[in-house]
């Protein structure tokens, strides 16, 4: 995209020369007025290009940095399982806790008791926006860091079967919606939107 930006500038300054030039010696410009619309064109659709590009490589840094993060940090729950005299609802607001730290920077972290489900919202943001761009075209996850992401989904819900037990699932939530993106159960994927 750069290219053709570039292109269309140097077409769009020649073509304006030669629509000056051709208006003052022959009396005539429709064909030097269509060379500079479509160098005009050039040059917006090579901008545009760039501006996009820019864009995406933004949003695939901030979440490749995000699970990168959250992987590193290993999400600490082993504190949590030194409460083993406590019972099951407060080892699992204990996990709460420190889901909400492990992974404050990527969204909100909520439990359903019921299902014994952890869920992470996505905030809206960058992080949000590249989660998106992963649900609209699956070739661009390994870009934005998904498998790393996944990664860290996969050992944290490991560490909470070894902490809670079986049974309880960590699930990821797609950007302005409520249906799952990933779900791990017990240390193993359960549901993928990414394939």
Known sequence: MIFLAIFGIL???????????S???????????FLVIISLAMTVVGGYGMYENHQNEANNKTT???????????????????QMNANQETKENAILGQLQKAYGKLGTVGFDSQSKTYQIKPASGDEAKALQAVLDDNSQAN????????????????????IL????????????S?????????????????K
């Open 23 to 33: 208006w003052q010696q022959y009396g005539q410009w429709k064909w030097a007025t």
């Open 11 to 21: 077409m769009l300054i020649l073509s304006a020369f030669y629509l000056v030039n």
């Open 143 to 162: 870009q934005i860091g998904w498998p790393k992401l996944t990664k860290s989904l996969d050992e944290t819900s490991s560490q909470l079967q070894k």
């Open 64 to 82: 490749s940095q995000t699970a990168a993060k959250t992987s590193t940090s290993a999400i600490s729950l082993s504190g949590a399982a030194n």
């Open 165 to 176: 037990g079986d049974g309880y699932s960590l699930s990821l939530i797609q950007p302005n």
């Open 178 to 194: 409520d249906q799952p993106m990933y779900t791990v159960k017990d240390g193993q994927e359960t549901y993928s939107a990414v």
